[in-house]
Every structure is written in structure tokens, then in C-alpha cells.
């Protein structure tokens, strides 16, 4: 398992936020955005072959498929 918390940079504007670590769970509507974010635990789930980080912010989770840790 990552250290936590770290910072990753997410570099599509259009990353799902789901409301739990996996695809099977609801996205929440939202997406990221192109920047840096703040990851506070990292759990495995479908769907991601890296893990699911949970967003500092509490907006849900990440696919760090997606996310480049910095």
C-alpha cells in the first residue's frame, strides 16, 4: 500500500469521481479537472489496475490509473 497522504497530477480534464473505491460503485457527476490533488488513503477496486485514491476534499475517489504521483 501507498504512503498517505500524497499529491498526484491528473492530466485528463475528464476523470470520474466515483463515490467509492471501484466502478461498481455510483460516480458522483463530478470530474476532476486537469491539476494536482491530494490523495488520503488508496484502497483496491474494480476497475483500476493501480487502486482508488480518496480525494482530500472528500469528493470521493479516483482512479490512479489515471493520476501521476509527484
Same mark, same amino acid.
Given at each position: @500500500?501507498?504512503?498517505? @497522504?500524497?499529491? $498526484?497530477?491528473?492530466?485528463? /480534464? %475528464? +476523470? #470520474?469521481? #466515483?463515490?467509492? @473505491?471501484?466502478? %461498481? =460503485?455510483?460516480?458522483t457527476?463530478?470530474?476532476?479537472? $486537469?491539476?494536482?490533488? =491530494?490523495? =488520503?488513503?488508496?484502497?483496491?477496486? @474494480?476497475? /483500476? ?5 480518496? +480525494?482530500? /476534499? ?5 482512479? +490512479? ?6
Amino acid at each position: @500500500p501507498a504512503a498517505v @497522504p500524497f499529491t $498526484v497530477k491528473v492530466s485528463v /480534464s %475528464d +476523470l #470520474r469521481i #466515483r463515490s467509492g @473505491p471501484g466502478t %461498481d =460503485t455510483a460516480a458522483t457527476g463530478k470530474f476532476t479537472g $486537469v491539476g494536482v490533488f =491530494t490523495i =488520503t488513503e488508496v484502497k483496491e477496486g @474494480p476497475g /483500476s489496475t493501480k487502486g482508488w485514491g480518496r +480525494l482530500k /476534499s472528500g469528493a470521493g475517489w479516483i482512479s +490512479l490509473d489515471y493520476a501521476q504521483k509527484i
